[in-house]
């Protein structure tokens, strides 16, 4: 894991803060100096960073194996990533630091260890007997190529084939060079004048460890007898080799080739092959040879005391069948069955009862290793089912567009989304457990439930409980199904907006408590959908159509030429039918054939039948206007309590009442300016002229600062920044200057300075930096509310910040959050009795906040967080009390405001990759870390902070990061993870009684110590490897104590190769796992003391 260099900031000591402290010293006084009564209880040192669990498909995998006894599958990345997955719930990830793709993994089987090997030809051995697998030792080839591997069950001697054709040999304990190499032209023929290609297979006979048989890719196969240094049979075939595998008798083999066809070969009979199988060709009447298939990738071959044996195999289909998807042929008997995958194969493996392989094999289930996905398959049952997937790995179903992170929800949420979720289930899965069930579960610390929702590009919504560092889906929402699906691409004239993928989710806004959620997709459609547990069929789907547009003539300038002032403001119209400007560049009118009025997509008009869970309460969609297509959403809000939806986009913003199902707002961002009458476009700012190019930057302090993202009119409108294309979400240049809405915040609070008591509003951030607040008047509850209508007006009170509005929060005089007003979820779809109905007409909209009973002056504290900066503002005086300036360089691409330890913080992610917590009311710097540079959009996309110091972001397109800003969760981080490691008794080798009396021989076993050893095969080259030693696992001192179990293990193995017995050394092995836990306590002052050495040099 990687270390970070956390600086803790110490309170008032760092320049930041004593430029915070000073800017804010003036505005103290005028504000009455209430704010130093409320006591913060947050500290530097409640915060600490460190990742903790990743969850998802691994990212491009590349390797695959399996420890049969510990019942633990690996899986390499091209990346570099190792992920480790035991019972589900016992997940590991780890990272080779080159970064360089695995092509090859190796367990030492019930040893607790893995050998990796790597494309940059370096060697790897993990120990897996810590919590945080880490490399114990490291050997860099330096003149060879690694092509493959072998390490024999309960041997400490590692084969490592290379691209020249030669064996290595490397001791798995040591991780050096045995001085015994098997030269590619002491092997092959020496009649033979040409190369025979790379080392693309290593396995010694099953009956016998000193013959070594060794596949070349040009075809030729070696039996090497180890002891006498010799070939003793050689086999050549015409066709290139791809891999080979033993019958577990040690008399017969299988090769699998590139034309499409398997030899299988007697031991003794090397002239030519004893059968030649096309698995997929097809037979030609006259003895002729088959037509060439596709190369068979890997072959296995399994045996079972009861039946025929297994061939398994991938690839090897004939090339007409085009289109066809990836297959895995199971051969077994006369029967062949041909799988199906839906993406390509990158390995398999055959999970058999035995780890031995001289005996029969009992084949149970093949995992399958695809580009996007993990299958296993079970061999025992007819039709070879497959099981059913218990790790969270299809997130990537439908790439993931957006997602949001929520801890300590409602406890009632996880159980409701679970049994709706579980009608959705697939069926006709194998009745068998999932049979990779090695390890144990860590200790739950953390009680609280945690929800992440994930959007998808298809339009899907995804709920997960990730409760305790687990992840595990609940329950999927489509709402593509909403709308009517074209059937051809000629018949899809509306949905240009996007090229592809017309449903995505953009924005998702979700109430925990009253369950409403609302989304925004790619479409500029908006849907809101309420919970319930009643399956229900919808008549006609209710749907609303907003024009919302951009008032000023807005000429696209492509050459980046000057844009026109603006027209003279006063000319006030209807919100809902503002005369539109046509579009110069297309036509002056909008009446000759241009698209006018017209939504994206088509929403179904026949009946829609929806199950339990998420329903569809309303659909509105923005329309194209003059030939114009509607732009997209960038921010979005939804509140139970009043009943509205608001959303704004780069022209302007819309509120829709969801229970009257009408539009009570629809307004250009400039008339949001105005006085009190919204249709009237004066501007109360300072800026002369307000242009589609944006203004000035940041007129509270009057200065323009030139870094700034928002420019000046006369800057270049082609400077098209990744902030501003993040924040408008709007790809054309010149659209891209415009002023969005980019902040939304339904509250109870005060909205200008001469309030006395608390009332409903919306606060309006934009991406200029300003935060506009509209007064909402609702009507009493009950059927009254359904009556009458809702009155929207902006209150004329207007703040300012640097940079777009990202977050906006509320707290009441004792520094507590005050949460928007929600409704209490409840059964909509059950009729209401009398008592009921009487509740609901008295039921009012009441913000949870406790300050409406409290003292009228200075009652709450509005905390607003743009790209640049935080400011703390006190209402109703709106006297800024604190401001702190968080990045000069950059910008906040997220910033939430959270509970920690019972009390709040402002959490940002900055651009330039650091993670940085602010104290609330104060804005004191508690937490800086150089965390990750931003490298992709996804990330920016993707990243959000939650309660209790949890956060995420999607790493790769496939997998999801969480870490944690939390001193207390890291610090109770290892107790949670889950150990991959279990003691587990070896299986008793095979009976080789039965043998010996039948065949009058058996297995023969073979001193690899004698041969490989320094003694009887000297040094080998030094600058063939280097060996490296490994970190050892320093991050958890644990670790390192069972890592020395781990080496203690390894010696009884070695001790067991010779024949020995060694019953005493358990009770030492388990002496010094007791003893880890004491080791533990010292190790913290032993690494200080040591800290430029590692563990071992101890």
């Not at 919590?131 to 309960?154: D, G, V």
């Not at 083999?253 to 031991?267: E, P, Q, R, Y």
């Not at 080789?992 to 320094?1014: C, M, N, T, V």
């Amino acid at each position: 894991m990687r270390k970070f260099n956390i600086r803790k900031v110490l309170d008032g000591l760092t320049a930041v803060s004593a430029v915070a402290s000073a800017s804010s010293a003036a505005q103290q006084q005028q504000a009455g100096n209430r704010e130093t009564e409320i006591q913060e209880t947050l500290q530097s040192e409640h915060f600490q960073l460190c990742k903790t669990v990743r969850h998802g498909f691994p990212y491009q995998p590349s390797a695959l194996a399996f420890d049969p006894v510990q019942k633990i599958l690996a899986i390499g990345t091209q990346t570099g990533a190792l992920r480790l997955f035991g019972r589900p719930g016992v997940e590991c990830y780890c990272q080779h630091d080159s970064g360089a793709a695995v092509i090859q993994l190796q367990f030492l089987i019930n040893e607790g260890a893995l050998v990796s090997a790597l494309a940059d030809d370096t060697l790897h051995l993990w120990n897996l007997r810590q919590k945080r697998p880490a490399i114990l030792h490291s050997l860099k080839f330096n003149r060879e190529r690694i092509t493959f591997c072998h390490l024999p069950f309960q041997s400490k001697w590692l084969y490592v084939g290379t691209e020249r054709g030669n064996i290595h040999i490397v001791n798995v304990e040591s991780f050096t060079l045995s001085g015994y190499v098997i030269m590619w032209n002491k092997a092959i023929e020496l009649s033979s004048k040409s190369h025979p290609g790379p080392v693309v297979h290593i396995s010694d006979n099953p009956m016998d460890e000193g013959k070594l048989l060794i596949g070349f890719e040009s075809g030729t196969v070696v039996l090497w007898d180890l002891k006498s240094k010799k070939a003793d049979y050689r086999y050549t075939h015409d066709e290139a080799i791809h891999s080979v595998a033993w019958h577990h008798e040690g008399k017969q083999f299988i090769c699998s080739h590139s034309d499409g066809t398997l030899t299988i070969w007697n031991v003794k009979s090397p002239t030519k092959p004893f059968q030649t199988i096309t698995p997929h060709g097809k037979q030609l009447k006259d003895g002729k040879k088959p037509e060439p298939c596709k190369p068979i990738l890997k072959v296995e071959y399994k045996t079972t005391r009861a039946g025929e044996p297994f061939i398994i195999l991938s690839g090897g289909l004939s090339y007409d069948t085009v289109g066809r998807r990836p297959c895995l042929t199971v051969m077994h008997g006369k029967s062949t069955a041909v799988l199906e995958m839906d993406y390509s194969i990158v390995d398999f493996l055959t999970l058999c009862e035995t780890p031995y392989p001289n005996d029969f094999q009992e084949p149970y289930a093949v995992v399958v290793l695809l580009e996007k996905d993990l299958v296993l398959i079970d061999l025992a049952q007819n039709g070879y089912p497959i099981f059913e997937n218990p790790y969270p790995l299809t997130i990537h179903e439908s790439p993931v567009t957006c997602c949001e992170y929520f801890a300590d929800c409602p406890a009632d949420l996880i159980p409701a989304f679970y049994s709706v979720g579980a009608r959705q289930k697939r069926q006709g899965y194998s009745k068998k457990e999932w049979p990779i069930s090695g390890g144990n579960w860590g200790l739950i610390t953390q009680s609280y439930p945690e929800i992440i929702i994930t959007g998808h590009a298809d339009g899907s919504i995804k709920f997960w409980d990730a409760s305790a560092i687990t992840l595990q889906v609940l329950y999927k929402l489509k709402t593509a199904k909403v709308f009517e699906k074209s059937r051809n691409k000629d018949d899809r004239p509306n949905t240009d907006i996007v090229d592809e993928d017309p449903y995505a989710i953009q924005i998702i806004s979700w109430c925990p408590e009253s369950r409403m959620l609302c989304i925004a997709g790619v479409s500029a459609h908006v849907i809101i959908y309420r919970f319930s547990k009643q399956e229900v069929t919808t008549e006609v789907i209710p749907m609303l159509e907003v024009r919302l547009l951009y008032e000023i003539n807005d000429v696209e300038t492509p050459d980046g030429e000057q844009v026109p002032p603006v027209p003279t403001p006063g000319t006030g119209s209807n919100p809902q039918s503002i005369v539109p400007q046509s579009h110069p560049s297309t036509s002056s009118s909008s009446s000759d054939g241009l698209r006018d009025n017209v939504p994206c997509l088509k929403v179904k008009n026949s009946p829609l039948k929806q199950s339990p869970g998420y329903q569809i309460e309303l659909v509105i969609q923005l329309v194209w206007v003059s030939g114009e297509p509607p732009q997209q959403i960038t921010s979005l809000a939804v509140n139970s309590a009043y009943g509205l939806v608001v959303f704004g986009n780069c022209n302007g913003i819309a509120m829709v009442d969801y229970l009257q199902k009408t539009v009570l707002l629809n307004l250009g961002t400039i008339e949001l300016y105005g006085s009190n009458d919204p249709y009237r476009r004066e501007p109360r700012s300072p800026r002369k002229a307000r242009q589609p190019s944006g203004g000035l930057c940041d007129i509270n302090e009057g200065t323009v600062v030139p870094e700034d993202r928002c420019k000046s009119p006369t800057s270049d409108v082609k400077d098209n920044s990744f902030s501003r294309s993040r924040s408008s979400s709007v790809t054309s240049i010149d659209k891209e200057s415009r002023e969005a809405i980019s902040a939304l915040h339904f509250c109870e609070t005060f909205t200008r300075k001469a309030d006395t008591s608390p009332s409903p509003c919306l606060w309006v951030g934009t991406t200029l930096g300003t935060v506009l607040v509209i007064v909402l008047n609702l009507p009493p509850g009950g059927e009254q509310r359904l009556l009458q209508p809702v009155i929207v007006s902006p209150s004329g009170t207007i703040l300012r910040l640097k940079g777009a509005i990202l977050r906006m929060a509320f707290l009441d005089t004792t520094g507590s959050l005050v949460p928007p007003a929600h409704e209490p979820w409840r059964e909509h779809n059950v009729p209401e009795d009398k008592d009921e109905k009487e509740k609901a007409k008295k039921r009012r909209p009441v913000s949870v906040s406790p300050s409406s009973s409290q003292e009228i002056s200075e009652n709450q504290y509005a905390v607003i967080c743009s790209e640049k900066q935080a400011k703390v503002i006190s209402l109703p005086s709106q006297n800024c009390i604190y401001k702190q300036n968080i990045t000069e360089t950059s910008f906040v691409l997220r910033g939430d405001i959270v509970s920690l330890s019972n009390s709040i913080c402002l959490a940002c992610f900055c651009a330039n990759g650091h993670i940085m917590t602010f104290s609330l009311p104060s804005l004191r710097p508690l937490l800086d870390v150089y965390y990750l540079p931003l490298t992709n959009m996804r990330i920016a996309r993707t990243f959000c902070f939650t309660n209790n110091g949890q956060a995420l972001y999607l790493v790769s397109p496939t997998e999801i990061q969480r870490l944690t800003y939390s001193q207390e969760t890291c610090e109770n981080l290892q107790e949670m993870l889950g150990e991959l490691f279990t003691p587990v008794e070896t299986p008793e080798a095979p009976n080789r009684g039965f043998f010996k009396g039948l065949f009058g021989g058996g297995a023969q076993s073979l001193d690899r110590e004698e041969l490989f050893g320094e003694s009887a095969s000297g040094k080998a080259s030094r600058s063939l490897a280097q060996h490296i030693p490994g970190p050892g696992g320093i991050e958890g001192v644990k670790g390192a104590a069972s890592g020395v179990v781990g080496e203690l293990a390894r010696a009884r193995l070695a001790l067991d190769e010779r024949g020995q017995k060694l019953g005493e050394l358990e009770e030492k092995t388990a002496a010094m796992l007791y003893s880890a836990d004491s080791f533990s306590k010292h190790a913290h002052e032993m690494m200080l003391k040591y800290k430029d050495k590692k563990w071992y040099q101890f």
